[in-house]
């Protein structure tokens, strides 16, 4: 199977740089949201919105001098992520874009908090990623930021992308969104007055699907992987990344071609293809 939205042209300036971490900045201050919209069928209990791909493409731009700097001298980022004890990506992407809003000359935001708590006695109510006033607009922000791994499955309608643990659902996260995460009114004293969700990561569909097409809700302007069971035939090599560059993958291949697969993420050795392997469950098979 070959999709045409695999060998579309796109915006990943982040692949020029060199380190490792500066690659994995880049793409997180660069890269659009993985949705243009907020599908139809997701009821709405408080409002928030997605960056236009624009917004992240001019924030790419006026970050490029900067980030061509780190490239060359990486210690005061490498020294800031050194704070992060956690592996998670979600924690990791999270860091990134905390580096990025504390350089204030490079963006019109000015970081009024950051990981907010919301306490009501001895009850927490929840958390607020980012509070911001945007400075060109003039209006106090909220922002959540997440970066997600969804698979397609079915008719690639929202109840059908599964996250690597099938409880982590695009659908589920996207309720929390609306009835969680976006709840707050006011926080640290300030009123808040606009509400966006920074939503970055990859989609994939699977390989053994007819070309059909993408939900209007899927953002074509961020590059779409394949998953599936099987491994590619020698001819199609891939290599399995390591965790952290599910972010941004090295700029040299990380690993030799992979001859024994196991589950994970592979990328071309010739393109920028990204392959989601998948084990198939041991229920598939008959008994013998």
């Known amino acids: 199977m070959h999709l045409h939205y695999l060998d579309l042209e796109f915006d990943e300036r982040w692949l020029a740089l ?6 994995q900045l880049a793409f997180c201050i660069g890269s659009p949201n993985i949705l243009q919209s907020l599908p139809a069928e997701l009821p709405i209990t408080h409002a ?3 960056h236009e791909n624009s917004v992240w493409r001019e924030h790419l731009t006026r970050y490029w001098p900067r980030l061509q700097h780190l490239d060359q001298h ?5 020294h800031f992520l050194q704070k992060l004890k956690s592996t998670r990506l979600g924690l990791r992407f999270e860091m990134f874009l905390w ?16 990981s ?6 001895a009850r927490t109510l929840g958390e607020l990623d980012f509070l911001l006033r945007n400075h060109e607009s003039g209006e106090i922000e909220h922002w959540e930021a997440a970066l997600k791994y969804y698979l397609a499955e079915r008719d690639f309608s929202l109840p059908f992308w599964y996250g690597l643990n099938r409880s982590d659902t ?12 976006f709840q707050f009114s006011d ?11 920074v939503l970055k990561g990859q989609l994939y569909v699977p390989e053994n699907t007819a070309e059909q097409p993408l939900p209007l809700w899927v953002n074509p302007a961020r590059r779409i992987g394949i998953w599936g069971h099987h491994i590619a035939p020698a001819a199609q090599q891939f290599y399995r990344v390591q965790r952290h560059e599910w972010i941004c993958v090295h700029a040299s291949a990380s690993s030799a071609a992979a001859k024994w697969w196991t589950d994970g993420l592979y990328k071309s050795l010739q393109a920028e293809h990204y392959y989601m392997y998948r084990q198939p469950s041991l229920l598939t098979y008959p008994y013998r």
Not at 74 to 78: F, G, H, R, S, V
Not at 99 to 111: R, V
Not at 187 to 197: K, N
């Open 18 to 23: 060199s380190h490792p971490f500066v690659r």
């Open 99 to 114: 580096f990025w809003l504390l350089d204030q000359q490079y963006h019109p935001y000015e970081l009024l908090g950051h």
């Open 170 to 181: 695009l659908s589920r996260k996207l309720h929390h969104f609306t009835q969680q995460q």
């Open 48 to 50: 928030f919105h997605l």
């Open 187 to 197: 926080a640290l004293d300030y009123g808040i007055q606009r509400r966006f969700c």
């Open 74 to 78: 990486p210690d005061e980022l490498i």
């Open 116 to 121: 907010i708590q919301k306490i009501d006695g």
